[in-house]
């Protein structure tokens, strides 16, 4: 099994992006979760801590809005949600490259 | 609200899980019928007790907590369930025991909550809940193992099948009601590095339990490519809500006919049985008439509820609120508002409840503000009343219903109409730049045949409640006041317009003339100012008191069709889609929103739409 703090280092050298910019059905670990924004709600980040969007997860859009390509869904570990743009950017991931589907 | 009636000698086990784990299964399956709901004290949160006969005889009480994320609120629901935990709750006691509910196929998130319930120091047990649809998936969890790496018992559950909570109850058979007095817990609320921290030990424990492989592609995820497709997606959902209305008006037929059968068949009998008296007057033309009228929509709101909670057990809900997001978020509202909207077209009450899932505070007031203009079931009954008089059972192309298109055009007015209030209200004070979504996408589930029933029989104990005391005693009222003052002697019109609900009619007739509804419409409005599907019973027992002898028994429905034009009827369908016409809704947003203010606007605006939408309609249908 990976500890947790190697799963974060094999991130260290390669690109991050937020996960509103992830392409559809590329699966990706997340890196960090905080504000991008000042004005965001300021309990946004412990919601998605807790919600499972936690360092070292495994992350995938699995669906996307009509219009704006807004909100997306998205599967975090063994769970799925919705959310909006502005949220998924508090999120940092980078793709895995092996495994694309 | 009030004390439960359950003896509080046995000990109070407390529900806790993640929204989604099936606990609500579970809890049913622990309780079957032996239910009680109420709300808190204070909150509009629904209080769920039920009582748990252990194989050794005792009694053991069962509080099924709202679902939460974590022990730090950020709903309503969670500060309820948080503070009954903590003891914070002056009116509540604290669990004696806890069971944490987790869904055996979602361990990655459940296990989080389990071990910040451990940190209460409660005692507690795990329930592995779902276990049956973990071992189809190849996941396999040694309880034992994850027991002991816990450091809490740990049960394998199936919530939805009898006989799956066997090895629970033998726990909670042997629970004890501890002596002494309870101490306040204390709480620290976690920093982001903790909630870290709890994953890394979750994923620990996964792995020593040999259940930490994340899988590829679900068949969850597989349906979910096809139902939130772009395109594909909200087709499936326009099909789906068609179908289910098209479903409440062609299934309901046969029930409906058979229910008026029996009311009449029953009115004649005791009309041909009893001697001429007021006894006879109230008990016919007042009770049967006005609740038999009122009775016979009993199901269609049966089998709306029924699609309502399929929709819902399946996890499809949730899907459409996601489908929907970018419609409800052009005109300022979360996709979250979905589900509350969605459960104001069964009544708007339970809707408004609803929307304390909404984290901000102006999303949820607005979503407040419009539920009533979803078509509650409480408007189908005038509907399918005036449609089924004055729009021709007709097939269109494809064998569709014309009743049903209009129908179906009615709560697609409701719907626009709520958009455009929504935008105005948003419009209106500083715009949000961030409105949360944060919407669970739980994995489907088939629906459950107990929990479908157990939520059924809710709605229709609801309902019938409704019609034997609101309806019954309004029913009776209005008959009283539609009988005296008797008519003078040697008078030719019919008696009810000598009465004092005649004479109320008389006087509202002249603000209603000018949308064409006459006075027993006038006069039938004022009684379904406290439920809109009394307006039905008021008309029926008012057109039965004006009716001369041989008519008294008839049905309600050719009657207006004779004594009403098509503008009237369509002037009224459209007053009906917008007027603030239940009492019990204005109140419940007085509670929602503790103040007087957003109910009084909320009557002000509703009336105003309605009189100016039948005025419209009323005048554009003369003209043809």
């Given at each position: ?10 991130c260290a050298?390669r690109?991050h ?8 059905g ?8 905080g504000p ?8 946004l ?22 219009f ?13 949600f ?7 950017s ?8 092996t495994?694309?589907? | 609200?009030d ?30 019928s032996?239910?009680?709901?109420a709300?808190?004290s204070?909150?509009t ?28 609120p ?12 903590l003891?914070r ?8 025991f ?5 869904d055996?196929?979602n ?34 969890i ?6 002991k790496e ?30 002494g007095a309870?101490?306040a817990?204390e ?6 590095a ?6 890394f030990?979750v ?5 020593a ?9 679900t ?5 979910d ?9 909200p ?5 789906v ?13 046969m029930?409906?006919?058979a229910?008026?059968a ?16 007021i006894f006879?007057g ?8 006005g609740v ?6 009993l199901?269609?709101?049966i ?12 996890g ?22 979905f ?12 809707g408004?409840m609803?929307?304390?899932?909404i ?6 007031l ?8 979803m078509t ?20 269109l ?16 007015v409701?719907?626009?109409s709520?958009?455009?209030?929504a935008?105005?209200?948003k419009?209106?004070g ?14 489907y589930?088939?629906?459950n045949?107990r ?11 609801i ?6 005391t ?19 002697p040697?008078?030719?019109?019919p008696a ?7 004479h ?15 006075w ?7 009684p ?10 008021a ?5 039965a ?7 008294v028994?008839n049905?309600l ?13 369509l002037?009224?369908?459209?007053w009906y ?11 419940t ?15 002000a605006?509703?009336?105003?739409l ?6 419209i309609?009323?005048r554009?249908?003369s003209?043809?």
């Amino acid at each position: 099994m990976n500890t947790p703090s190697r799963k974060h280092d094999s991130c260290a050298d390669r690109p991050h992006v937020g996960l509103s910019e992830l392409p559809s059905g590329t699966l990706a670990r997340v890196v960090s979760v905080g504000p991008v924004d000042t004005a965001a709600p300021p309990e946004l980040t412990r919601r998605l801590s807790e919600l499972g969007f936690l360092p070292g997860e495994l992350v995938r859009i699995v669906g996307r809005g009509l219009f704006s390509r807004e909100p997306i869904a998205v599967r975090v570990g063994t769970g799925t949600f919705a959310l909006r743009l502005f949220e998924a950017s508090c999120i940092r991931v980078c793709p895995e490259q092996t495994r694309t589907v | 609200m009030d004390a439960p009636s359950i003896p509080a000698s046995g000990p109070l086990i407390a529900l806790v899980g993640n929204p989604n784990c099936g606990k609500t299964a579970l809890f049913n399956l622990l309780t079957g019928s032996r239910q009680k709901v109420a709300n808190y004290s204070g909150v509009t949160v629904e209080r769920k007790e039920g009582t748990l006969l252990t194989p050794s005889g005792r009694r053991v009480r069962i509080l099924d907590l709202p679902g939460a994320y974590s022990l730090d609120p950020l709903t309503p629901d969670e500060q309820v369930t948080a503070d009954i935990l903590l003891g914070r709750r002056a009116e509540e006691t604290q669990p004696d025991f806890v069971v944490c509910v987790t869904d055996a196929t979602n361990l990655r998130q459940n296990l989080r909550l389990v071990l910040s319930l451990k940190r209460l120091g409660l005692p507690m047990v795990v329930a592995l809940n779902m276990s049956d649809l973990a071992r189809r998936k190849g996941i396999a969890i040694d309880a034992s193992r994850l027991s002991k790496e816990l450091g809490v018992p740990v049960v394998a559950t199936v919530g939805v099948k009898a006989g799956g909570v066997r090895s629970l109850i033998a726990i909670l058979d042997g629970i004890d009601k501890p002596t002494g007095a309870r101490q306040a817990v204390e709480w620290h609320t976690p920093t982001a590095a903790d909630i870290e921290h709890d994953q890394f030990e979750v994923r620990r424990i996964l792995g020593a339990v040999g259940a930490d492989r994340v899988e590829g592609l679900t068949l969850s995820d597989r349906i979910d490519a096809i139902v939130l497709q772009p395109v594909l997606g909200p087709l499936i959902l326009a099909a789906v809500l068609f179908l289910v209305f098209q479903a409440v008006f062609a299934w309901a037929q046969m029930p409906m006919d058979a229910i008026k059968a029996g009311v009449d068949g029953l009115g004649g009998w005791l009309g041909g049985l009893l001697p001429p008296s007021i006894f006879k007057g109230l008990l016919v033309d007042g009770v049967l008439a006005g609740v038999g009228s009122v009775l016979v929509f009993l199901p269609q709101i049966i089998i709306l509820f029924f699609f309502i909670l399929i929709l819902e057990d399946s996890g499809y809900l949730p899907r459409a609120a996601f489908l929907l997001d970018r419609i409800m978020g052009s005109v300022g509202l979360s996709g979250r508002a979905f589900i509350p909207l969605l459960s104001s077209f069964a009544c708007a009450i339970p809707g408004i409840m609803a929307t304390r899932t909404i984290q901000n505070p102006r999303d949820r007031l607005a979503t407040i503000m419009i539920a009533p203009l979803m078509t509650c079931s409480a408007r189908l009954p005038v509907y399918a009343l005036i449609i089924s008089a004055f729009i021709p059972q007709r097939s269109l192309w494809g064998g569709l219903q014309l009743q049903g298109l209009v129908l179906f055009a009615l709560y697609i007015v409701g719907v626009l109409s709520a958009m455009a209030v929504a935008f105005v209200l948003k419009r209106r004070g500083p715009g949000a730049r961030f409105q949360s979504l944060l919407l669970e996408l739980p994995a489907y589930h088939w629906p459950n045949l107990r929990n479908l029933m157990i939520g059924l029989w809710q709605r229709i104990e609801i309902f019938l409640t409704r019609v034997g005391t609101i309806i019954l005693a309004l029913m009776v009222i209005l008959w009283a006041l539609s009988s005296y003052p008797a008519p003078p002697p040697g008078a030719t019109g019919p008696a009810i317009q000598y009465s004092i609900a005649g004479h109320l009619g008389a006087a509202l007739a002249v603000l209603f003339a000018p949308i064409g509804f006459n006075w027993q419409i006038s006069i039938a409005l004022v009684p379904g100012l406290a439920a809109r599907e009394v307006a039905v019973g008021a008309l029926g027992t008012v057109y039965a008191l004006s009716a001369t002898g041989e008519n008294v028994g008839n049905a309600l429905t050719p009657l207006i069709a004779h004594s009403w034009s098509l503008p009237t009827a369509l002037s009224l369908l459209a007053w009906y889609v917008f007027a603030p016409q239940c009492l019990s809704t204005l109140a419940t947003v007085k509670r929602e929103t503790n103040s007087w203010r957003y109910p009084l606007i909320m009557a002000a605006y509703m009336f105003g739409l309605a009189y100016a939408a039948s005025f419209i309609t009323y005048r554009i249908a003369s003209l043809f």
